[in-house]
């Protein structure tokens, strides 16, 4: 059956009609037939003539016109998957930060040139295009946009696939400062439609939830069945995912919600205008935003609602829409894998269980046995309070049937226990998906139904099986093992950095995008003063680039001497986004106090980006605190401009794009053992700045590939860590016994950046002084230290350029493609389609 196809009569129609059988063709790939593609989406899907078009009536035409040469392509592939029935990755995730979509599927389907020449043609810049476009709202952080690369990935190594998510009315949120606070505004996103989206109501799934469960009589065996109270329609919006100048074209399927019932007119005609609607309103809420605040009953109840609706609609799409009407599900594992994205889609497990027992009537064993085979499981954390879980009183009154069949996978889990370790109570108390405290563990239930578990860098599946899931790993050793993340390089290195693109081509030839690994062959270089200096040159430009952008978007300058310090990630705690701030103070101090004098001081621009969650209090105060020492440090006349700091608001894929190939200094600084990966540190490698870090994460692997000299290592390792809390930490003694880290603190402390009032920064400071939870003043002494060293590297700058050439070379590794290709060797086993 067609993914697209509904009923055995139209299938019958389609089938018969002698057009049909034709391939459906792409219009001529020339800049003639470019331009008439153009013009004629322009008129018919604008309803205008090129004279009175707007910019969104250009910008939706050529989106059309670029779509409609990637669509035949895209139906073809579908076909022969139906054809060749190969097995399919069905990824799943509650997040896919796209970015812009418009270069990328230029890029991919080899027309970039094609179009600005027929777009100059028409009177068009395509420049304006894409500043035109606005960013899809469908991610948050890393988590998001890893799962964009891979699906750029498994497109680019045509492996068949299905990217499943939601597609949120409004995202996250879009972030504004009001006197250095962050304010949460909607990402209205969908404001003007989106051109990259095909929508199917035809095909939309009913996703249930609440009522009771019932056992009944099926001819002698006696089974049980869900009576849901209520439901919403899951409406499908394919979007297509072009491989990298292949001709493949994978789907990206993000389901809204819809009420099943949307409009009540008798109730409307009776004057009750609100509660007419009222069910439209309330199933829409499901799909409204990214990760709605969950401090109350009702935002951890909505959060369960969205992970379920989207895996329920995703389970049944692929059974009902994708599988062949006669299919054997006992081969269900030779046709599918899905991946769960983190534990935000693990309630796919029990859904697939509900739908195999008791809508299709296997018995429990069988469907145990292909639930078993069918779902991998990355997990994304080490952070105890990120591995979700959700109280059996909520899943009981949401999720009925679900709460049954999770309850049975744990009793007979825990038999199997019992059978392996004996009547050891306490390890059955720490091993069960149940916890003593009422709670299922999603983490471990994806660990109990997984083929295999995966951490995202070497630290962290090594940490994963030694801390977090150690008894698991004890017990299944077998499922463990690790796939470092990746990112594209067509996106973060072809499109954000062109003029490093191109320098490196003119090194290489042609190839490397889709070979990172080759960027080793330009180690050589780094020794060709010539080679340098381009290099050195594209940085410049970059930075320049960067100026226009931020004068242009917030009013920002970036002096062209200034090395570039560059922190850009999501803001919690442990990313330690204040350890960075105490830097900046530090310097400042220095200088305010005459300790050191103004022209000892290297120039730098520090430059924030970051979100916090909207209840998150501590993180929120941690971006009034960098603002307002912003304000202060950048209009203080002492330093004569040589500290600047820059946060704009709202960091976004599109803002990563001109802030990665930009900066100098990558701070990648969490605490050991804290941070799962990171994605952003092998962005900036790839991009020729250097890494000042500790020993987390992947960042354990780019120091290991680019060597000692051309990274600056700072702070504890993960067991020195472990053994200072076993000691007992007690942070107000390191801001005792390092002079210049009392001497920051007490002046944040003071009021200095907050005109005198000494109340609006003490939660932070008192924080740091009494709790201090990631080890921030432990680090301090180290990571001053290592600045210093950054200031005395950076002084060299042909040398610094070596060390950012090397970084570059070195750092291939850390592809996307070659994540995908070890998620098919160690994971999914699939072959790439004809």
Not at 514 to 530: F, I, K
Not at 594 to 612: E, H, M, N, Y
Not at 741 to 765: K, M, N, Q
């Amino acid at each position: 059956m067609s993914e697209n196809d509904n009923t055995s009569g139209s299938r019958t129609i389609v089938a018969t009609h002698p057009l049909a059988l034709a391939p459906v063709s792409s219009p001529p790939a020339t800049v003639d037939g470019f331009v008439r593609e153009f013009l004629l989406n322009l008129n018919m899907e604008r309803g205008v003539a090129l004279s009175a078009a707007t910019e969104t009536d250009k910008y939706m035409a050529l989106a059309a016109t670029v779509r409609d040469y990637l669509v035949a392509r895209w139906l073809e592939d579908q076909r022969r998957q139906r054809e060749d029935q190969r097995k399919a990755v069905c990824y799943l995730s509650a997040e896919y930060l796209l970015g812009r979509q418009l270069d990328n599927n230029l890029l991919a389907s080899g027309l970039t040139d094609i179009a600005t020449e027929a777009l100059a043609a028409c009177g068009v810049d395509i420049d304006t295009m894409r500043a035109h476009e606005v960013e899809p709202g469908l991610g948050n952080g890393g988590l998001g946009r890893l799962a964009a690369c891979f699906v750029d990935s498994l497109a680019t190594l045509s492996v068949p696939s299905i990217g499943y998510g939601i597609r949120y009315e409004y995202g996250i949120f879009r972030q504004v400062f009001r006197g250095g606070e962050q304010i949460e505004k909607p990402d209205a996103w969908l404001a003007l439609g989106s051109p990259w989206e095909f929508r199917h109501p035809e095909a939309a799934q009913t996703v249930s939830f609440a009522g009771h469960t019932e056992t009944y009589d099926d001819d002698g065996v006696i089974r049980s069945r869900w009576v849901p109270a209520w439901s919403v329609r899951a409406v499908p919006y394919n979007y297509m995912v072009p491989g990298y100048q292949n001709g493949r074209v994978n789907t990206l399927r993000l389901w809204s919600a819809e009420a099943t019932k949307a409009f009540d007119l008798r109730t409307f005609n009776s004057g009750d205008y609100v509660e007419a609607v009222r069910a439209q309103t309330f199933a829409e809420n499901i799909s409204k935003v990214l990760y709605p605040e969950d401090s109350t009953p009702q935002g951890k109840e909505l959060r369960l609602q969205q992970q379920y609706f989207f895996v329920a609609a995703s389970i049944a799409d692929y059974m009902t829409k994708v599988l062949p009407e006669d299919f054997d599900l006992e081969d269900l594992p030779d046709r599918v894998i899905f991946q769960l994205n983190d534990t935000h889609p693990v309630i796919a497990v029990p859904e697939m269980m509900r739908v195999l027992v008791d809508e299709r009537k296997l018995d429990w064993d069988a469907a145990w046995a292909i639930t078993q085979k069918c779902f991998a499981y990355t997990c994304h954390t080490l952070l105890p309070e990120a591995l979700e879980v959700w109280s059996v009183d909520l899943l009981g009154r949401l999720l009925p049937r679900h709460l049954e069949i999770i309850y049975r996978i744990n009793d007979e889990f825990l038999l199997r226990v019992r059978e392996r370790f004996g009547d050891d109570e306490q390890r059955l108390r720490d091993m069960s998906i149940v916890s003593e405290h009422r709670a299922v563990r999603m983490a471990y239930l994806a660990t109990v139904a997984g083929a295999k578990v995966n951490g995202v860098a070497e630290l962290h599946s090594q940490l994963l099986r030694e801390n977090v899931l150690h008894q698991f790993d004890e017990m299944m050793p077998e499922k463990f093992t690790n796939v470092t993340n990746g990112v594209t390089p067509r996106r973060f290195m072809r499109l954000a950095n062109p003029k490093l693109s191109e320098l490196i081509t003119a090194a290489l030839g042609t190839g490397w995008l889709t070979d990172l690994e080759r960027l080793r062959e330009l180690e050589s270089y780094a020794e060709d003063p010539d080679f340098r200096a381009a290099f050195a040159d594209v940085k410049a430009a970059n930075k320049r680039r960067l100026n226009d952008v931020l004068m242009k978007r917030d009013g920002f300058e970036i002096a062209d001497d200034h090395l570039l310090d560059v922190m850009v990630k999501r803001l919690h705690e442990y990313k330690r986004q204040t350890l960075k701030l105490l830097h900046i103070v530090t310097l400042y101090e220095r200088v305010v106090s005459g300790r050191v004098a103004i022209s000892d001081l290297q120039p730098r621009t520090f430059i924030f980006g970051a979100k916090a969650a909207p209840g998150y209090a501590m993180a929120k105060r941690v971006i009034h605190l960098i603002n307002a020492v912003g304000a202060v440090v950048n209009n203080d006349p002492r330093l004569e401009g040589r500290l600047k700091v820059v946060f704009p608001p709202n960091y976004n894929v599109t803002l990563a794009e001109r802030v990665i190939p930009a900066a100098d200094l990558s701070e990648q600084i969490s605490l050991a053992g804290k941070e799962a990966s990171g994605t952003g540190n092998m962005k900036f490698a790839l991009n020729g700045a250097l890494t000042i870090g500790t020993d987390d994460g992947a960042n354990v692997e780019i120091r290991e590939l680019v060597g000692d000299d051309n990274f600056f290592l700072f702070g504890m390792s993960e067991p020195e860590v472990e053994e200072l809390w076993a000691a007992g930490y007690r942070p107000g003694e390191f801001a005792q016994a390092d002079d210049e880290l009392r001497r920051a603190l007490d002046l944040i402390g003071s009021g200095a950046f907050s005109e005198g009032d000494r109340s609006t920064f003490e939660p932070v400071v008192s924080n740091l002084l009494y709790d201090d939870r990631f080890m921030v003043l432990a680090d301090y002494t180290s990571y001053i230290a290592a600045q210093e060293r950054v200031d005395a590297a950076y002084a060299d700058r042909d040398a610094w350029t070596r060390s950012a050439i090397l970084n570059v070379a070195r750092t291939g590794f850390f592809s996307s493609d070659r994540s995908i290709r070890d998620y098919i060797d160690r994971i999914w086993h699939t072959q790439p389609a004809r």
